[in-house]
């Protein structure tokens, strides 16, 4: 399975999850943006970056992401792999350099449903 293959998977697992949530969910596959999947509910919008890979989610992506979702009043949401599955992270703020932590809090696709 090539990386391209891995990813795309990872990517529809998570689809699927947040689907099983309530959730209607849109791939973004080869669109070259922050977001990989958009997710909504009623008064929701999701932005979801899926990092399935060993390759981590580099500071000016996070920012992108935040922003974006910062301007759509929506939620920032990183979804990596661990080894229980998908670990779910809400971002939380701007990431400023390598000395700082990463501003995120943990976060579950049925905690913030309306």
């Known amino acids: 399975m090539t990386a391209y293959q891995r990813g795309d998977?990872?990517?529809k697992r998570v689809k699927q999850q947040l689907t099983d949530d309530g959730y209607w969910c849109v791939q973004t596959?080869?669109?070259k943006t922050p977001v990989d999947l958009v997710a909504l509910k009623p008064l929701q919008v999701l932005l979801v970056q899926c990092k399935g890979?060993?390759?981590p989610?580099?500071?000016a992506g996070w920012n992108a992401l935040f922003q974006l979702a910062h301007r759509l009043?929506?939620?920032a949401i990183l979804a990596d792999r661990d080894s229980s599955g998908i670990r779910w992270r809400r971002i939380v703020?701007?990431?400023v350099d390598?000395?700082?932590t990463w501003p995120c809090q943990p976060w579950t696709?049925?905690?913030a449903a309306p």
Do not use: A
């Open 73 to 75: 009043q929506g939620e």
């Open 53 to 55: 890979g060993d390759k």
């Open 29 to 31: 596959r080869g669109s």
């Open 9 to 11: 998977y990872f990517e």
């Open 109 to 111: 696709p049925d905690e």
């Open 98 to 100: 390598r000395s700082q």
């Open 57 to 59: 989610i580099s500071g």
């Open 93 to 95: 703020g701007w990431h």
